[in-house]
């Protein structure tokens, strides 16, 4: 069955970097866009990235925009988050999700908490 | 990304029905299919309800239906069990593969 599996969050210094990763099974990841969603302790999801199928495109939430970087390695079925820069209200959740055939994401991460502190 | 609007709770008894709201405009939601639902139980990860507006995935009970009318898109829950008590988020998502999330909608079952 699809699985998608995070890892890589912890606790960092405002300004500070943190690469997150995800790596997937049970579906042929070079066939589908990923998505990056967030979500802030108590508050609602927030879209972060996007990466084509192919990586040749990128789309990025404007809050996150110039200090993170979406990529993916097509050959080892891992989606990364490079996040530069990091403030405290980058504080959230980070899910990574696959992008279905439907203009929908169809399948969910169970999550990395990344804490931005001094 | 989109800016969608959805009320921040509802309520319903067991067996009764609950719809959810959710409001765009004319160059999203009432211009395209793009919308799904998601639930999200406490501490737990997202999950797909319905997308295109109307569809369910094979796993989704019948009890979890969608619409749409004009710039608002429906999430309606019908038989309300109070395993259904969750967080409801609605989104659309955009050509280039972009999404757009309402604020999401807490479901009490009381």
């Known amino acids: 069955q699809v699985q998608l599996v995070e890892s890589g969050g912890g606790g960092v210094q405002p300004g500070r970097s943190l690469r997150l990763s995800c790596g997937v099974s049970?579906?042929?990841?070079?066939?589908?866009?990923m998505q990056w969603v967030r979500q802030a302790p108590g508050k609602g999801l927030d879209w972060v990235a996007v990466?084509?199928?192919?990586?040749?495109?990128?789309y990025y939430a404007d809050s996150v925009k110039g200090r993170f970087t979406v990529s993916r390695d097509n050959s080892k079925g891992t989606l990364f988050l490079q996040m530069n820069s990091l403030r405290p209200e980058d504080t959230a959740v980070y899910y990574c999700?696959?992008?279905?055939?439907?203009?929908?994401?169809?399948?969910w991460g169970q999550g990395t908490l990344v804490t931005v502190s001094s | 990304q989109s800016a969608l609007t959805q009320p921040p709770s509802v309520s319903g008894s067991p067996g009764q029905s609950v719809t959810i709201s959710c409001t765009g405009t004319?160059?999203?939601?009432?211009?395209?299919?793009?919308v799904s639902w998601y639930q999200q139980p406490p501490g737990t990860a997202p999950k797909l309800l319905i997308y295109?507006?109307?569809n369910r995935p094979s796993e989704v009970p019948d009890r979890f239906s969608g619409s749409k009318s004009g710039n608002t898109a429906s999430l309606t829950i019908s038989g309300l069990q109070a395993e259904d008590e969750a967080d409801y988020y609605c989104?659309?998502?955009?050509?280039?593969?972009?999404?757009?999330f309402g604020g999401g909608t807490k479901l009490t079952v009381l």
């Open positions: 990466i084509s199928h192919d990586g040749a495109h990128k």
């Open positions: 049970g579906f042929t990841f070079s066939g589908y866009a």
């Open positions: 989104s659309f998502y955009t050509s280039s593969s972009t999404v757009g």
């Open positions: 004319s160059s999203d939601i009432g211009s395209f299919n793009r």
């Open positions: 295109e507006v109307t």
């Open positions: 999700a696959r992008s279905g055939y439907h203009y929908a994401i169809d399948f």
